[in-house]
Protein backbone atom coordinates (compact mmCIF):
# COMPACT_ATOMS: atom_id res chain seq x y z
CA UNK A 1 0.00 0.00 0.00
CA UNK A 2 0.96 3.82 -0.70
CA UNK A 3 0.07 6.36 1.35
CA UNK A 4 0.78 10.29 0.99
CA UNK A 5 0.05 13.66 2.89
CA UNK A 6 -1.78 15.75 -0.16
CA UNK A 7 -2.37 18.97 0.87
CA UNK A 8 -2.68 17.82 4.06
CA UNK A 9 -4.82 15.26 3.90
CA UNK A 10 -3.75 11.74 4.52
CA UNK A 11 -4.53 9.55 1.31
CA UNK A 12 -3.95 6.09 -0.53
CA UNK A 13 -2.20 6.42 -3.51
CA UNK A 14 -3.03 3.97 -6.57
CA UNK A 15 -1.14 4.83 -9.89
CA UNK A 16 -1.36 8.58 -10.60
CA UNK A 17 -4.74 8.86 -8.32
CA UNK A 18 -5.72 9.27 -4.73
CA UNK A 19 -8.49 8.61 -2.24
CA UNK A 20 -9.05 10.64 0.86
CA UNK A 21 -8.97 8.77 3.40
CA UNK A 22 -11.32 10.78 5.56
CA UNK A 23 -13.87 10.84 2.77
CA UNK A 24 -13.30 7.33 1.86
CA UNK A 25 -14.57 6.40 6.02
CA UNK A 26 -17.41 9.25 6.51
CA UNK A 27 -15.47 10.85 8.86
CA UNK A 28 -14.81 7.59 10.88
CA UNK A 29 -10.77 8.08 10.13
CA UNK A 30 -10.05 12.14 10.56
CA UNK A 31 -7.92 14.40 8.42
CA UNK A 32 -4.59 13.68 10.60
CA UNK A 33 -1.17 13.09 9.07
CA UNK A 34 -0.57 10.77 12.06
CA UNK A 35 -3.37 8.11 10.15
CA UNK A 36 -0.71 7.37 7.52
CA UNK A 37 2.06 5.93 10.47
CA UNK A 38 -0.36 4.36 13.17
CA UNK A 39 -0.22 0.59 11.70
CA UNK A 40 -3.85 -0.61 13.82
CA UNK A 41 -5.63 1.65 11.02
CA UNK A 42 -3.82 -0.01 7.88
CA UNK A 43 -6.40 -2.99 7.27
CA UNK A 44 -9.08 -0.61 7.78
CA UNK A 45 -7.14 1.81 4.90
CA UNK A 46 -6.80 -1.55 2.79
CA UNK A 47 -10.20 -2.14 3.03
CA UNK A 48 -11.44 1.58 2.04
CA UNK A 49 -9.32 1.25 -1.14
CA UNK A 50 -10.69 -1.95 -1.84
CA UNK A 51 -14.50 -0.93 -1.56
CA UNK A 52 -13.86 2.61 -3.05
CA UNK A 53 -15.76 3.70 -6.25
CA UNK A 54 -13.68 4.62 -9.53
CA UNK A 55 -15.20 8.14 -9.16
CA UNK A 56 -13.55 8.38 -5.22
CA UNK A 57 -9.88 8.34 -6.97
CA UNK A 58 -8.75 11.42 -8.24
CA UNK A 59 -5.89 12.71 -9.79
CA UNK A 60 -3.57 15.21 -8.21
CA UNK A 61 -0.10 17.11 -8.89
CA UNK A 62 2.96 15.71 -7.06
CA UNK A 63 4.04 19.08 -6.16
CA UNK A 64 1.22 19.35 -3.65
CA UNK A 65 2.20 16.30 -1.76
CA UNK A 66 4.22 16.83 1.82
CA UNK A 67 5.98 15.29 4.56
CA UNK A 68 4.58 11.54 5.57
CA UNK A 69 5.20 11.45 8.73
CA UNK A 70 4.73 13.84 11.92
CA UNK A 71 7.71 12.37 14.63
CA UNK A 72 7.46 12.58 18.34
CA UNK A 73 11.62 11.79 17.24
CA UNK A 74 14.06 11.37 14.52
CA UNK A 75 16.81 9.18 14.97
CA UNK A 76 19.86 9.29 12.24
CA UNK A 77 22.57 6.83 11.78
CA UNK A 78 26.28 7.45 11.01
CA UNK A 79 28.75 5.73 9.28
CA UNK A 80 26.01 2.56 8.08
CA UNK A 81 27.22 1.49 4.75
CA UNK A 82 30.34 -0.34 4.17
CA UNK A 83 30.90 1.46 1.23
CA UNK A 84 30.37 4.78 3.05
CA UNK A 85 32.93 3.62 6.00
CA UNK A 86 35.33 3.13 3.09
CA UNK A 87 35.71 6.57 1.55
CA UNK A 88 36.10 7.41 4.89
CA UNK A 89 39.16 6.01 5.64
CA UNK A 90 36.98 4.83 8.91
CA UNK A 91 36.86 1.22 10.43
CA UNK A 92 33.65 -0.62 10.62
CA UNK A 93 31.87 -0.34 13.60
CA UNK A 94 31.08 -3.00 16.01
CA UNK A 95 27.78 -0.89 17.27
CA UNK A 96 25.72 1.47 15.46
CA UNK A 97 26.82 5.06 16.30
CA UNK A 98 23.37 7.37 15.99
CA UNK A 99 22.09 11.16 16.91
CA UNK A 100 19.33 13.10 16.78
CA UNK A 101 17.81 15.03 13.83
CA UNK A 102 15.26 17.65 15.10
CA UNK A 103 11.63 17.08 14.31
CA UNK A 104 11.19 20.83 13.42
CA UNK A 105 13.65 20.21 10.35
CA UNK A 106 11.30 17.68 9.03
CA UNK A 107 9.85 18.65 5.66
CA UNK A 108 8.53 17.69 2.78
CA UNK A 109 9.10 15.82 -0.55
CA UNK A 110 9.21 19.07 -2.88
CA UNK A 111 9.99 21.80 -0.38
CA UNK A 112 12.89 24.22 -0.24
CA UNK A 113 15.91 23.43 1.57
CA UNK A 114 17.08 26.94 2.83
CA UNK A 115 20.89 27.61 3.05
CA UNK A 116 22.15 30.47 5.03
CA UNK A 117 24.82 32.68 3.33
CA UNK A 118 27.10 31.69 6.52
CA UNK A 119 26.81 28.07 5.61
CA UNK A 120 29.23 27.41 2.51
CA UNK A 121 30.04 23.87 3.60
CA UNK A 122 26.46 22.13 3.12
CA UNK A 123 26.20 18.52 2.59
CA UNK A 124 23.63 16.15 1.25
CA UNK A 125 22.82 12.63 2.16
CA UNK A 126 20.83 10.06 0.34
CA UNK A 127 18.84 7.77 2.56
CA UNK A 128 16.05 5.23 3.12
CA UNK A 129 13.74 6.62 6.12
CA UNK A 130 11.75 4.20 8.43
CA UNK A 131 8.67 5.11 9.79
CA UNK A 132 8.06 3.42 13.09
CA UNK A 133 3.81 2.26 12.91
CA UNK A 134 3.66 1.10 16.81
CA UNK A 135 5.02 1.55 19.82
CA UNK A 136 7.26 -0.59 21.01
CA UNK A 137 10.50 -1.26 23.69
CA UNK A 138 12.92 -3.97 23.73
CA UNK A 139 11.73 -5.47 20.02
CA UNK A 140 13.39 -8.82 18.58
CA UNK A 141 15.13 -8.36 15.36
CA UNK A 142 12.98 -10.94 14.10
CA UNK A 143 9.66 -8.94 15.16
CA UNK A 144 11.39 -5.79 13.98
CA UNK A 145 9.72 -5.23 10.60
CA UNK A 146 6.49 -5.65 12.05
CA UNK A 147 6.87 -1.90 13.83
CA UNK A 148 7.44 -0.81 10.90
CA UNK A 149 4.36 1.23 9.41
CA UNK A 150 6.65 1.86 6.04
CA UNK A 151 9.35 3.33 4.57
CA UNK A 152 10.22 6.44 2.42
CA UNK A 153 12.98 8.51 1.02
CA UNK A 154 15.08 11.13 2.72
CA UNK A 155 18.23 13.50 2.61
CA UNK A 156 20.21 14.13 5.82
CA UNK A 157 21.31 17.37 4.94
CA UNK A 158 24.15 18.24 7.43
CA UNK A 159 26.14 22.01 8.04
CA UNK A 160 30.25 20.10 8.11
CA UNK A 161 31.44 23.20 9.31
CA UNK A 162 29.42 23.48 11.72
CA UNK A 163 29.68 19.68 12.98
CA UNK A 164 33.50 19.38 12.83
CA UNK A 165 33.56 22.88 14.52
CA UNK A 166 36.16 22.58 17.56
CA UNK A 167 37.21 22.19 20.21
CA UNK A 168 34.24 19.02 20.31
CA UNK A 169 32.43 17.55 16.97
CA UNK A 170 29.04 17.75 17.17
CA UNK A 171 26.16 15.79 15.30
CA UNK A 172 22.62 16.54 16.33
CA UNK A 173 22.07 20.52 15.38
CA UNK A 174 24.24 20.98 12.21
CA UNK A 175 21.98 18.08 10.62
CA UNK A 176 18.15 19.65 12.22
CA UNK A 177 18.28 23.06 10.88
CA UNK A 178 15.18 23.99 9.71
CA UNK A 179 14.15 22.21 6.55
CA UNK A 180 17.60 19.84 6.52
CA UNK A 181 15.58 16.30 6.58
CA UNK A 182 13.10 16.31 3.94
CA UNK A 183 11.01 13.18 3.33
CA UNK A 184 8.35 11.27 1.10
CA UNK A 185 7.28 11.72 -1.38
CA UNK A 186 5.38 8.33 -0.40
CA UNK A 187 5.30 6.30 2.44
CA UNK A 188 5.28 3.05 1.39
CA UNK A 189 4.23 -0.31 3.70
CA UNK A 190 6.99 -3.17 3.88
CA UNK A 191 4.80 -6.04 1.92
CA UNK A 192 5.60 -3.81 -1.26
CA UNK A 193 8.49 -4.65 -1.48
CA UNK A 194 10.20 -8.32 -2.84
CA UNK A 195 13.07 -7.62 0.21
CA UNK A 196 12.71 -4.76 2.03
CA UNK A 197 16.54 -5.68 3.52
CA UNK A 198 17.71 -4.89 -0.39
CA UNK A 199 16.32 -1.01 -1.65
CA UNK A 200 18.18 0.88 -3.88
CA UNK A 201 18.75 4.55 -3.09
CA UNK A 202 20.59 7.33 -5.69
CA UNK A 203 20.78 11.02 -5.29
CA UNK A 204 21.54 13.56 -7.64
CA UNK A 205 22.55 17.28 -7.48
CA UNK A 206 21.18 18.95 -10.54
CA UNK A 207 21.78 16.50 -13.25
CA UNK A 208 25.33 14.66 -11.72
CA UNK A 209 24.69 11.53 -9.81
CA UNK A 210 26.58 11.74 -6.67
CA UNK A 211 25.06 8.72 -4.92
CA UNK A 212 23.88 5.11 -5.43
CA UNK A 213 24.10 2.53 -2.83
CA UNK A 214 21.49 -0.33 -1.66
CA UNK A 215 20.31 -1.41 1.76
CA UNK A 216 21.83 -4.72 1.31
CA UNK A 217 24.89 -2.89 2.00
CA UNK A 218 24.12 -1.65 5.43
CA UNK A 219 26.35 -2.42 8.14
CA UNK A 220 23.08 -2.70 10.78
CA UNK A 221 20.25 -3.50 8.78
CA UNK A 222 16.99 -2.36 9.66
CA UNK A 223 15.98 -5.20 11.64
CA UNK A 224 19.27 -5.04 13.27
CA UNK A 225 18.66 -1.20 13.93
CA UNK A 226 15.47 -1.50 15.40
CA UNK A 227 16.38 -4.00 17.26
CA UNK A 228 19.48 -2.19 18.96
CA UNK A 229 18.07 0.76 19.27
CA UNK A 230 14.83 -0.17 21.20
CA UNK A 231 16.82 -1.69 24.07
CA UNK A 232 17.43 2.06 24.67
CA UNK A 233 14.66 3.84 23.19
CA UNK A 234 10.77 3.52 23.22
CA UNK A 235 9.46 4.07 19.39
CA UNK A 236 6.35 5.54 18.96
CA UNK A 237 4.00 5.78 15.93
CA UNK A 238 5.55 8.34 13.57
CA UNK A 239 9.22 8.30 14.61
CA UNK A 240 11.61 8.18 12.11
CA UNK A 241 15.01 6.24 11.46
CA UNK A 242 17.64 7.64 8.91
CA UNK A 243 19.16 4.60 7.92
CA UNK A 244 22.81 5.74 6.84
CA UNK A 245 24.23 7.00 3.45
CA UNK A 246 26.02 5.39 0.49
CA UNK A 247 29.12 6.49 -0.95
CA UNK A 248 29.58 9.56 -2.49
CA UNK A 249 28.39 12.40 -0.25
CA UNK A 250 29.90 15.97 -1.15
CA UNK A 251 32.71 16.12 1.47
CA UNK A 252 34.45 13.24 0.42
CA UNK A 253 34.25 14.09 -3.67
CA UNK A 254 37.38 15.77 -4.96
CA UNK A 255 36.77 18.29 -5.33
CA UNK A 256 34.35 18.38 -2.56
CA UNK A 257 30.58 19.45 -3.66
CA UNK A 258 28.44 21.27 -1.03
CA UNK A 259 24.75 22.63 -2.01
CA UNK A 260 24.45 26.25 -2.65
CA UNK A 261 21.35 28.44 -3.81
CA UNK A 262 20.42 27.46 -7.13
CA UNK A 263 21.20 23.82 -6.85
CA UNK A 264 18.04 21.29 -6.64
CA UNK A 265 18.80 17.86 -4.90
CA UNK A 266 16.96 15.04 -6.22
CA UNK A 267 16.89 11.47 -4.30
CA UNK A 268 15.05 8.57 -5.47
CA UNK A 269 14.22 5.32 -3.28
CA UNK A 270 12.93 2.72 -5.63
CA UNK A 271 9.46 1.54 -4.89
CA UNK A 272 8.75 4.63 -3.34
CA UNK A 273 9.42 7.50 -5.47
CA UNK A 274 11.80 10.57 -6.60
CA UNK A 275 12.10 13.92 -4.13
CA UNK A 276 12.97 17.05 -5.75
CA UNK A 277 14.57 19.78 -3.31
CA UNK A 278 15.79 22.87 -4.56
CA UNK A 279 17.91 24.77 -2.57
CA UNK A 280 17.47 28.00 -1.79
CA UNK A 281 19.26 31.55 0.01
CA UNK A 282 18.17 31.95 3.50
Not at 180 to 208: C, Q
Request: proline content about 7%; hydrophobic content about 40%; aromatic content about 8%.
Amino acid sequence: MKLANLAGRPVVVRDNLALDIADASKGAIEPRLEVLSDLSLHDELRALAERAEEADWKPFEQRDLGRVAKPYKAIGVALNYRAHAEESNLPVPDEPSVFAKFASSVVGPYDSIVVEPQYDKVDYEAELVVVMGRTGKNISAADAWSYVAGVTAGQDVSDRKEQWRKPINQFTLPKSYDTFSPIGPYLVTVDEFEDPDDIEVVGWVDDLEVQRGRTSDLIFSVPELIAWLSKRVTFEPGDLIFTGTPAGCGVRRTPRLYLTEGKVLRTEVTGVGTMVNPVVGG
